[in-house]
């Protein structure tokens, strides 16, 4: 009798083992810093994917770039946030991954000291313009508009690159005329150094696209096999992205509460991001986003900053329509 209850209980190890070893995990990457920390932090705080029946495991990175390095070398299967320049230029170049949704909007402006000369764009001509590194989203969005909608060109300003910090104390010192800066910041800052808000990218982008759906900077990627075998579970985490939007948009008081406590922001600066939530976080991939993406794209390539065209062979749009109930 005893030797039948051994049997019995090591058949139920064996069963439970093999079942924990066929349940379908993911590993989910995102950028540990900018508005990827505190998203990163509630996504994994809510537990929102695990109760959607995904088994993740979630990787951080500290560079952003690093998670399309990831994807390829096969150390992760999802990206969350990914910036869409280099996601464009990794798939130009044979990188097998697909994008899966657009994040992360573009939530910036364009600003100048409330007592400079400079009013418009138009007055950007031969000045400083403070950005993040020439070639991110932000500063060629930013490009794009003064180009198509101000006839200013690229090459009649100077770029200065720096982190938002950075970019902070140019204005402050006058080092530079103007800024890109995320919307966030300017909150934070705004008053504090007496800025002029030139525009927003959201509502200017809209002359260039032609429709009324905001740029967008990142995008959620996956690797190509992954996304073969898994689609389901591929279409939760999207599911789970889209229904952290929700959550956060209504439990603000929770969001405060997170970032807090794990991205160390202050409760004040806590209380500007989460005001900012619904213009940052807005994920689809949607007809009209996808129009959106390929109207970046071609502002892109119309600079040389990515190549090819932007086709079917980049997106997979099945896990979010999935995920959205439109499927």
Do not use: C
Not at 125 to 142: D, H, L, R
Not at 162 to 173: K, M, P, S, V, Y
Request: glycine content about 8%.
């Amino acid at each position: 009798m005893r030797k039948l209850i051994v049997m019995f209980m090591m058949l139920i190890a064996f069963a439970g083992s093999t079942f924990a070893a066929g349940k379908e995990k993911v590993r989910v990457g995102y950028w540990t810093s900018g508005i990827s920390l505190g998203y990163g932090a509630v996504l994994e705080e809510t537990r929102i994917l695990e109760k959607n029946g995904v088994d993740v495991e979630y990787v951080r990175f500290p560079d952003l770039l690093a998670q399309i390095q990831a994807l390829s070398t096969g150390d992760i299967d999802v990206a969350y946030a990914a910036p869409m320049t280099a996601v464009f230029g990794a798939i130009n170049d044979g990188v097998p991954i697909k994008i899966i949704a657009a994040t992360q909007l573009a939530d910036a402006v364009v600003v100048a000291p409330a007592n400079s000369p400079i009013k418009t764009w138009s007055d950007l001509k031969g000045k400083k313009v403070g950005a993040s590194k020439p070639n991110a989203a932000t500063t060629v969005i930013a490009a794009t508009i003064a180009d198509q909608v101000y006839g200013v060109k690229s090459s009649d300003y100077s770029i200065i690159s720096g982190n938002e910090g950075r970019l902070a104390q140019f204005l402050a010192q006058d080092q530079i005329d103007a800024a890109v800066i995320r919307t966030f910041t300017y909150d934070q800052i705004g008053k504090k150094l007496n800025l002029r808000k030139l525009g927003e990218l959201p509502n200017e982008w809209k002359a260039v696209s032609g429709n009324n759906v905001p740029p967008y900077l990142a995008v959620g990627i996956a690797r190509a096999d992954y996304l073969k075998q898994h689609p389901d579970v591929v279409a939760k985490v999207v599911k789970s992205w889209i229904n952290l939007d929700k959550w956060g948009s209504a439990h603000k008081q929770e969001v405060i509460d997170i970032v807090t406590r794990r991205a160390g922001m202050t409760p004040e600066n806590a209380g500007i991001y989460v005001n900012r939530w619904e213009n940052a976080y807005r994920v689809s991939l949607d007809n009209k986003v996808l129009k959106t993406l390929k109207s970046e794209h071609d502002a892109f390539a119309r600079i040389g900053l990515v190549k090819g065209r932007f086709t079917k062979d980049i997106y997979d749009q099945e896990p979010y329509l999935k995920a959205a109930g439109k499927k």
